[in-house]
């Protein structure tokens, strides 16, 4: 049996971000677990599927979530929005499956990771997603200074997100740690009409004195 890794939308309808093919087999499921229960039937209603005759699980809540693989059913894994197992609990179900031998197959979608890179202009040879930095002032000092002198050794982008009402705090502590030359890009609202993906020298946000607000955003940075 197989697990199905499903994309989801990180605005708009479905058909504007999942392909033909991709809708096609998430049409064939009646089996999915879910970051969030709420937005799983939210997309799965704007596909035209009959939500209560389906079958979801909160990733949290359940504590066997195979059960459709070893009852011989697919399932579906459904992230809140973008890619699921990237930055997303689902990477613990997907280990789970590939211990236990089931097939697991992606299917293409949006990735606010790949997007914003694509879009920043910086490094595409060479990066990392460091997920999200530390909340405390000094270790996330430390973690900015650690990831800055990475980049500029291995001349890397590293690619890091926050929680959208932490935006401002953690775009100061950029402004405040790196230094002047160092790019930064912030892609936010990224396929949303507000969308927005600007890449400057620190020493120019700076003197933009820019704010995000509580934003989807993405961080890139790449040290000189």
Request: aromatic content about 4%; some cysteine; hydrophobic content about 45%.
């Amino acid at each position: 049996m197989i697990l199905y890794a499903i994309p989801t939308p990180l605005g708009g309808a479905p058909e504007q971000a999942l392909p033909a093919s991709a809708i096609a087999q998430v049409r064939g499921l009646k089996d999915f677990a879910v970051e969030n229960a709420k937005s799983a039937r939210a997309f799965l209603g704007a596909l035209g599927m009959p939500v209560r005759e389906l079958s979801i699980t909160t990733i949290e809540d359940a504590a066997d979530l195979l059960a459709p693989l070893r009852a011989g059913r697919p399932l579906g894994l459904l992230s809140e929005a973008g890619c699921p197992a990237i930055a997303d609990p689902g990477a613990a179900l997907v280990e789970a499956a590939q211990r236990e031998g089931f097939r697991v197959v992606p299917l293409v979608g949006p990735s606010s990771i790949t997007l914003a890179l694509m879009a920043s202009g910086l490094e595409g040879q060479r990066f990392a997603f460091c997920g999200y930095l530390p909340r405390g002032a000094a270790e996330r000092t430390r973690r900015i200074r650690e990831l800055e002198l990475r980049s500029r050794k291995e001349r890397e982008t590293e690619i890091f997100i926050e929680t959208p009402y932490r935006n401002d705090a953690l775009l100061s502590a950029l402004l405040q740690d790196c230094s002047a030359n160092t790019s930064l890009c912030i892609a936010a609202d990224l396929t949303l009409e507000g969308e927005s993906v600007k890449t400057r020298s620190i020493a120019e946000w700076r003197r933009a004195r820019a704010a995000i607000g509580k934003r989807p955003a993405v961080f890139l940075l790449l040290a000189h």
